[in-house]
Nanobody
């Protein structure tokens, strides 16, 4: 059974950086596409970034491209989201998700396993 747990959320000032960590438990981590989603109060959940099992392919939402970097360490069953130049509009609950296939559309429906989320708050 697959479980993912997020950590690293915090309250920061605009312009600062933060790294989120997602720890995966289960088998065959390298077979899973991993992704980060976020949801702000009153808004729909949106895809932030995803990375293929081999790390050869990754994708970003236009709003975070150039500021966020997703990476994974298959030896540690861990995926990271390095966030730089944070903006108040990045404030949200961030969720890690695992899926069995890589789709070019970063849709929540493509991911079967979800964590509980970690809160990121960016003050202006």
């Amino acid at each position: 059974q697959v479980h993912v747990v997020e950590s690293g959320g915090d309250s920061v000032q605009a312009g600062e950086s933060l790294r989120l960590t997602c720890t995966y438990s289960g088998s065959h981590f390298a077979d899973y596409t991993m992704a980060w989603f976020r949801q702000a109060p009153g808004k729909e959940r949106e895809g932030v970034s995803q990375i293929s099992g081999s790390s050869l392919t990754s994708d970003y939402a236009p709003s975070v491209k150039g500021r966020f970097v997703i990476s994974r360490d298959n030896a540690k069953n861990t995926v990271y989201l390095q966030m730089s130049n944070l903006k108040p509009e990045d404030t949200a609950m961030y969720f890690c998700a695992a899926g069995t296939s890589y789709y070019f559309a970063l849709n929540a429906g493509n991911f079967q396993n979800w964590g509980q989320g970690t809160q990121v708050t960016v003050a202006s």
